[in-house]
């Protein structure tokens, strides 16, 4: 028998999400568009998260379960979705969001009738634990624009919540990125490179619902720093410069990019302007490396007295 190869793959990473797992699960089961599949990668969690995922794959054969033996990271278990996708589009669903039934159709239409597309999301309304709506998010970006300096001057500099990274892409562009990188903020610089491939297309109705709640991540993990070490767990007790991880990654997107040498050029122009403009916090990154190296050459058992909160944007 040959086996089907679904047009989308839906990756979803989690870890200890059983609190609203099952409402990110039922919206994305209830799409009217149904020819996908849908991954989910448990990072070992430790409640009840696998017992939840495993009775809804036994319902439903789209879903493909799979658990790590060992907690991999934000980063290692976004990743892995990517991975195991086989789907001509790929889209990333957080266990603790929600969207309406049509958001897949009608973005699988767009994408199919325009081939300069390579992203495609909605408008965003903020819910809270009990789904609740708390906040219209609003923010308009030139990245429909046919130039890609429009499209990277915006998603550099307008301050957002990239929850672009939840939209439906082109899965053999998004396999040309570095997808998300083990360092604070990487999201942005995938959504960033992957405006310098192609256009994004906004669906101007609020079609998407990220939940905002006490366990959310950027709320446990509130210093650069510690985020870093959320993407990548075996980063904890290493010397860290995350500011300068986002600024090499930014570059390395432009390297990435089929561009021409004028769109190029701006690009790289833009980020010694974004490296002016966030010149503290790279010297604080410098200053905290070096104390963390004095710490571990000559006070082994020192640490530093307070925490580094992220002045990023």
């Known amino acids: 028998m040959v086996q089907h190869t679904p047009r989308v793959s839906i990756g979803m990473p989690v870890y200890n999400g059983d609190h609203f797992i099952e409402a990110a699960l039922d919206s994305l089961l209830a799409q009217t568009f149904t020819d996908f599949e849908l991954i989910i990668s448990d990072n070992a969690s430790t409640d009840q998260t696998q017992a939840i995922c495993q009775a809804y794959a036994a319902r439903d054969d789209r879903i493909r379960y799979y658990r790590n033996d060992i907690n991999l990271g934000a980063a290692g278990n976004f990743n892995r979705t990517v991975e195991l996708a086989r789907g001509e589009y790929f889209k990333w669903a957080a266990h603790d969001d929600v969207q309406t039934p049509d958001f897949l159709g009608r973005a699988v239409a767009v994408l199919d009738s325009d081939p300069g597309v390579v992203l495609v999301y909605a408008r965003a309304r903020i819910i809270d634990e009990d789904g609740d709506p708390v906040q219209d998010y609003d923010v308009d970006f030139r990245t429909d624009s046919p130039d890609p300096k429009v499209r990277f001057h915006d998603l550099l500099w307008i301050t957002h919540r990239v929850y672009q990274v939840f939209g439906l892409m082109r899965t053999d562009v998004l396999r040309k990125t570095k997808l998300i990188e083990p360092y604070s903020a990487s999201d942005r610089v995938l959504v960033i490179g992957m405006s310098l491939f192609g256009r994004f297309h906004e669906i101007p109705e609020y079609l998407f619902f990220p939940r905002k709640h006490a366990h959310v991540s950027v709320r446990s993990h509130v210093t650069r720093h510690t985020r870093m070490v959320w993407f ?16 090499f990654g930014y570059r390395g997107a432009i390297k990435r990019a089929s561009l021409k040498w004028g ?15 966030r010149r503290k916090t790279l010297r604080e990154d410098v200053v905290i490396a070096f104390k963390q190296w004095w710490l571990m050459r000559f006070r082994p058992n020192g640490r530093l007295k307070k925490p580094v909160r992220s002045s990023l944007k």
């Open 232 to 247: 990548d767990p075996s980063k904890k007790g290493k010397i860290l410069l995350p500011a300068w991880a986002l600024w």
């Open 263 to 277: 769109e190029r050029r701006y690009c790289y122009r833009q980020m010694w302007r974004w490296a002016w403009d």
